[in-house]
C-alpha cells in the first residue's frame, strides 16, 4: 500500500487535473477504510474533472458503489462522449440506470446500444431485463430468443427467458436448456441454466426432474458461494445487545418526510406491499436500495459490501443519527421531488430496524411474515445476487430463518407499535381487507384501486418479481413447497426443531 501510493503521488503530481488517479485514491481510502474521505474525493473528482470515454463505466461503478443515484442520473444525462464508449458498455449503463428506477433514460441508452450493435448478446439481454421491469414481456422475449440465436448465447438470456412466462407441454425451452447445458462447462452458465431449467420442469408438473435441476444449481452456487452460520450468529447477537442505545430517538427534521420501510426475508410479499402503496399520489415508491445502509457508512466512516456488519453495529453507540437522517432523506430528491411518503423496500432492512427507529422514528415499519415452509422454498428456488448466501442450501435457510424471526421478536420487545406485521397469506387472500390496515398504520387514504395491477402498470417493478407481480394478487403461491414435500423434509425438521410455524 506504501507503495501503491507513492506512485499515486507521483501519477498525480504529473497529472494534476486527471480523473484516474483520483478515482484509484479513492479506492485506496476504502481499504483503509476511511469511507468519508473515499466518498468525498470520488464525487468531487467525477463532478470536477474531464472523463475520457475509457473510464467511463469506472465512473458508473463508482457512482452506484457510493450509492449516489441522483449523481449517476445527472452525470450519464450531462457525459458529452457516450458515442466513443462501447455498445456493450453503454447497455451496462442502462443496467445500471434500471436498477435505480432511471427507467426512462435506461430505455434510451439501451436502444441506442442496440441500435450501434444490433447482433450484440450484451446489448439484447440488457434491454430484454429493463422491457421485463416495465412489463413489455413480448420484445423482451424476441430480444432474448435474438441474443440466443447469437454467437455468444448467453445462458442469462435462458433463464431470463424462461421466467417470462409459464411453460407448457406445446411450448417450452427444455431441450434447448439441456443442450446448451451439456455444450459449456462454465460455472456460472450452469447455475443459470439449471435455475432455467428447474423453473420451466416445475411449470411442467415434473417435479422430480425439477428437484433435480434445483438441487444441481443450488450445489453449482455453493462452490462460489459460502453461508458463515457462525458470523450471522454473531451479527444478529450484537444487535441484540447493541439495541436499544442509551441516548433517546429523536426527531430530525419533524415529520415533512415519511419514509416507508417494506422489511422482511426475500420472496415474503414485499413488493406486492410495495405496488398497492405506490398507487397514492403522495407515495413515491424507490424499490431496492441501499440508501439507508450508505448513509450509516458515511455516518459510521466504515465501508462494507452487506447492508450491515459488525462494525457499524459496534459503532451504533456513536453514530450520528442526525446525519444518518439528513443523508438518507437528501439521498434520490430528483425521484421524490414534493413527495411526503416514500418507499424502501430492501427486505434485509429488518436488521436495521434499532438504526431506523433512532434517525427516522417518523418512518414507518411494515413486516411481511409468510409460512415458513413456503417463504424458505421461495428462497430456494431463486437464483439471487451474492448477498443471499443462505438460501442454497435447506439447513442454512433454516438457520437464517431462525435468526432472522428471533430478530423480529426483540424489535416488537423493544419497539411496541413502530413495527406493523403483516401475514403474506392474509394479503392474497383478503386484499382489499389488508391492504386497508396497510394504509392506515401509514396515514394514508385507501381506495380500491390500491389492488388492481392495471394501477400498477406503469411503474418499473425492478425485482426478481417484476413478471409475477403483474399478473395481481392471487393465492397461487400458498403451499407452493407441497409438491416437493418429499424433497424439503430436512427443511422442514430443522425448521421445526427451531420451532418456526411449519403449519
Not at 416507508?260 to 413488493?271: A, L, N, P
Not at 416488537?412 to 383478503?430: K, R, S
Request: aromatic content about 10%.
Amino acid at each position: 500500500m506504501d507503495a501503491a501510493r507513492a506512485t499515486l503521488a507521483a501519477w498525480r503530481a504529473q497529472a494534476p487535473v486527471a480523473l484516474e488517479p483520483e478515482l484509484l485514491l479513492a479506492r485506496l481510502e476504502l481499504t483503509a477504510d476511511r469511507y468519508r474521505a473515499a466518498h468525498v474525493r470520488a464525487l468531487a473528482a467525477i463532478r470536477e474533472r474531464a472523463c475520457p470515454p475509457e473510464l467511463a463505466m469506472e465512473v458508473v461503478n463508482c457512482l452506484r458503489l457510493f450509492v449516489a443515484h441522483d449523481g449517476l442520473i445527472s452525470w450519464a444525462a450531462a457525459y458529452p462522449h457516450w458515442r466513443e464508449v462501447a455498445s456493450a458498455d453503454r447497455a451496462r449503463v442502462a443496467g445500471a440506470l434500471s436498477a435505480i428506477g432511471a427507467i426512462s433514460p435506461a430505455r434510451a441508452f439501451a436502444d441506442a446500444a442496440l441500435a450501434d450493435a444490433p447482433n450484440d448478446a450484451v446489448c439484447r439481454v440488457n434491454r430484454a431485463m429493463i422491457l421485463t421491469y416495465v412489463g413489455e414481456f413480448d420484445v423482451a422475449c424476441a430480444d432474448l430468443e435474438r441474443a440466443i440465436d447469437s454467437p455468444q448465447n448467453p445462458a442469462m438470456a435462458h433463464w431470463l427467458l424462461a421466467r417470462l412466462r409459464p411453460q407448457s407441454a406445446q411450448s417450452n425451452h427444455v431441450q434447448r436448456l439441456r443442450e446448451r447445458n451439456a455444450a459449456g462447462d462454465d460455472a456460472l452458465d450452469k447455475e443459470y441454466l439449471y435455475f432455467a431449467l428447474f423453473k420451466e420442469l416445475d411449470d411442467l408438473g415434473d417435479f422430480a426432474g425439477a428437484w433435480q435441476a434445483l438441487d444441481q444449481g443450488c450445489r453449482c452456487v455453493r462452490t462460489r458461494l459460502t453461508y458463515d452460520r457462525a458470523q450471522q450468529e454473531r451479527l444478529f447477537a450484537a444487535l441484540r445487545a447493541r439495541f436499544p442505545l442509551e441516548q433517546p430517538a429523536a426527531m430530525f427534521g419533524g415529520d415533512a418526510q415519511i419514509p416507508i420501510f417494506i422489511v422482511g426475508m426475500h420472496r415474503s410479499g414485499t413488493t406486492l406491499v410495495e405496488n398497492m402503496l405506490a398507487t397514492h399520489a403522495d407515495v413515491c415508491a424507490h424499490g431496492e436500495t441501499q440508501r439507508l445502509s450508505a448513509a450509516l457508512r458515511y455516518a459510521a466512516d466504515h465501508y462494507c459490501q452487506a447492508l450491515l456488519d459488525d462494525v457499524l453495529v459496534d459503532r451504533a453507540a456513536t453514530i450520528d443519527y442526525r446525519q444518518v437522517a439528513e443523508m438518507f432523506l437528501a439521498a434520490d430528491r430528483t425521484s421524490v421531488g414534493d413527495t411526503r411518503y416514500h418507499t424502501e423496500k430492501m427486505p434485509g432492512n429488518f436488521q436495521m430496524i434499532g438504526f431506523i427507529r433512532h434517525a427516522l422514528p417518523q418512518a414507518k415499519v411494515i413486516h411481511l411474515r409468510r409460512n415458513a415452509m413456503d417463504l424458505c422454498f421461495a428462497n430456494l428456488r431463486e437464483l439471487f445476487a451474492d448477498g443471499v448466501s443462505y438460501s442454497y442450501a435447506l439447513e442454512d435457510l433454516a438457520h437464517f430463518h431462525s435468526l432472522y424471526e428471533d430478530l423480529m421478536r426483540h424489535w416488537h420487545a423493544l419497539y411496541p407499535g413502530f413495527v406493523f406485521d403483516i401475514d403474506y397469506e392474509e394479503l392474497v387472500a383478503e386484499p382489499a381487507a389488508t391492504s386497508r390496515r396497510i394504509f392506515e398504520f401509514c396515514g394514508l387514504e385507501w381506495s380500491a384501486a390500491v389492488i388492481d395491477p392495471a394501477q400498477w402498470a406503469a411503474r418499473s417493478i425492478n425485482t426478481l418479481s417484476a413478471v409475477q407481480s403483474r399478473q395481481g394478487v392471487s393465492t397461487s403461491s400458498v403451499g407452493r413447497w407441497k409438491p416437493y414435500a418429499n424433497w424439503l423434509e430436512p427443511l422442514r425438521r430443522a425448521l421445526e426443531a427451531r420451532r418456526c410455524d411449519v403449519a
